[in-house]
Nanobody, 124 residues
Framework: QVQLVESGGGLVQAGGSLTLSCAAS????????MGWFRQPPGEEREFVAA????????IYLDSVRGRFTISRDNAKNTLYLQMNSLKPEDTAVYFC?????????????????WGQGTQVSVSS
């Protein structure tokens, strides 16, 4: 069992920055791939970024590449998403998710554990 708790969401103006955190407990955090997903208002959940268990491989949604950075601190059992140059279209509930294997994945169905989400709102 893995428990995931996101924090760091909020309201920010376009062009601003936020850093999301996801604290993990339960299973050995350093063994599993982790990801961030988001669900904009009235839309389906979508992939944002993911990172391999050892942090050596990262993948991104095209529209956030270069603006967002996913990272992890395995000593602190924490996943991060640094978001810069935020746009109104980044407004969504952001979720972190954990796999049961070490690799990163684009697909939500490959993630077994999910947090409760944190709201990010970007005003124009």
């Amino acid at each position: 069992q893995v428990q995931l708790v996101e924090s760091g969401g909020g309201l920010v103006q376009a062009g601003g920055s936020l850093t999301l955190s996801c604290a993990a407990s339960g299973r050995t955090f350093s063994d599993v791939g982790m990801g961030w997903f988001r669900q904009p208002p009235g839309e389906e959940r979508e992939f944002v970024a993911a990172i391999q268990a050892d942090g050596q491989n990262t993948i991104y949604l095209d529209s956030v590449r270069g603006r967002f950075t996913i990272s992890r601190d395995n000593a602190k059992n924490t996943l991060y998403l640094q978001m810069n140059s935020l746009k109104p279209e980044d407004t969504a509930v952001y979720f972190c998710a954990a796999r049961t294997t070490s690799d990163a994945s684009y697909y939500g169905t490959n993630y077994f554990y999910w947090g409760q989400g944190t709201q990010v709102s970007v005003s124009s």
